[in-house]
DNA sequence: CGGACCATTGACCATAGTCAACCGCCGTGG
DNA sequence: CCACGGCGGTTGACTATGGTCAATGGTCCG
């Protein structure tokens, strides 16, 4: 499976925990020295492979370190419904070092690596490193704005703003973490993939998605995002990235 | 305004977070002292008031003591997305805490009672006691959860499940705050900012209402909710409460 | 008494879902 | 090597759910 210039950016599990959380937090130096010490748990999942399953009790939590997860939920007759995306950095079951039971599952788009950290050892980083506790807390309130803000998407927004709207904020999330290059970012999900994240059926997907490509904004193909104009789809998609709130924001 | 049974139950903010949390974390005597200890700016709000708005900067984090409040962000032409609704007990705008701008307003519904602490105090607190820290984590974890079963609700749902699924939702909620009387509880929502909370029509609420009421499972009528068969309405909605995750969670 | 708000209902319309057919690509197995 | 099947993408025809608009009645309040 070729990544976007084939780099093997081989980026270990601290580089990309503090990538993420410096975006917004301040890391005192032993902060970082802690983040560094961690240890955990490195899995390879395949295309469509679960990680963790609805029910379970996970006894650590994982950070992507490379590739795309998804959380999801079963719906009636077999299908899903996907409820957020994941990108490096991100703590796609972050609830289970609170909550005993998974409410969802979590699962490989593309091929992906996760680094599953036991829950013991990350409490004793937050117990004696409350600003370590407090970044990663403020990644999960970001991650809640980020769920809410897809309410109000699929609930308010026709198929194509929809549309415009989601690319927008993958654009931007992924360009935060410098995954895209030349407007291009890989994103392995099929359009019927995509209309169960999004709340749509596989027609009506490629029809809004053949609509916005002819406008000339975007392509999606094969698991491969081509952004040509973020201007327009930021417009078109109402995008506003302040629920994402980039940048440092507090001492603590 | 009357609220059922019209008892004065006067719940200081202590007595009033010390329940909440306590529905799913075990605080020892120190952390509860902590709780007891701090203080607050009382707020009393009139239906439809706001209580902080998009893009502000509080210095300060609320707790809900009396009545309902809701998360909404703007759409156009004046209508509004409400994101959810919080009852006693519940923090509505957690994130001030750890991200810098509201990306959301939050509104009292009918009238409401909510506790401004100072963030500097809470910080305090949670670095001196961790538990307290991961009890309110918790909290908020949990308020995500709420929020990604409402993408499902509102994307995958037709509007009799969702709606039912929806007042299942709330039943559960205040009944864990005995906030329900002979299955009665107070929910200051017309129909039309039901709608505009579930993503429907105003039309479409109220057919899908009646259809409901037709049933005999439930009534709602002037702010005020009746439940006469809540197995039905969790079967008809699909509910599943295993995201609320009640009970104790674990030690820490 | 008039106005505002809420609830209700009917008529009409539009967006999006369902179903089905077809194409191209790719990997497998005869 | 080619035939086949599966999957992803594309498109058309039909349908249905729910949105829009409009009118009505009730209640509360100034």
Redo the contacts with the bound molecule.
């Keep these: 499976m070729s990544r976007i210039g084939d780099k093997p950016k081989i980026m270990s599990l601290s580089d990309v925990i503090l990538k993420k959380l410096g975006r917004h937090s301040k890391l005192d130096a032993q902060s970082k020295a802690a983040i560094r010490r961690l240890t955990c748990q490195v899995h390879e999942l395949s295309p469509g492979e679960d990680f963790v399953r609805h029910g379970e009790r996970p006894r650590s939590a994982a950070v992507v370190l490379e590739g795309v997860v998804a959380r999801y939920g079963a719906l009636q007759k077999g299908r899903r419904q996907y409820l957020s995306v994941h990108f490096p950095g991100e703590w796609p079951d972050a609830r289970s070092l609170f909550l005993k039971r998974m409410d969802h599952s979590v699962c490989a788009m593309g091929n992906a690596t996760l680094c599953a950290i036991p829950h013991d050892e990350l409490l004793k980083i937050f117990r004696a490193h409350p600003r370590v506790a407090f970044a990663v807390w403020r990644e999960t309130l970001i991650d809640a704005a980020i769920s809410r803000e897809a309410i109000t998407n699929v ?1 308010a ?6 549309l415009a709207h989601f690319f927008s904020e993958i654009f931007h999330r992924l360009a935060a973490m410098s995954l895209v290059e030349n407007g291009v970012c890989d994103f392995p ?7 169960e994240l999004l ?12 609509a916005l ?1 002819a406008s000339g904004a975007l392509e ?4 491969r995002i081509t952004i040509r104009d973020q201007a327009f789809l930021a417009k078109q998609g109402e995008f506003d990235p302040l629920y994402m709130q980039d940048g440092i924001q507090s001492g603590h």
């Design positions: 609930s927004r026709d198929g194509v703003t929809r999900f099929s359009q019927s993939q995509l209309g709340g749509m059926s596989l027609a009506s997907t490629n029809r809004h998605l053949t490509r999606f193909l094969h698991g």
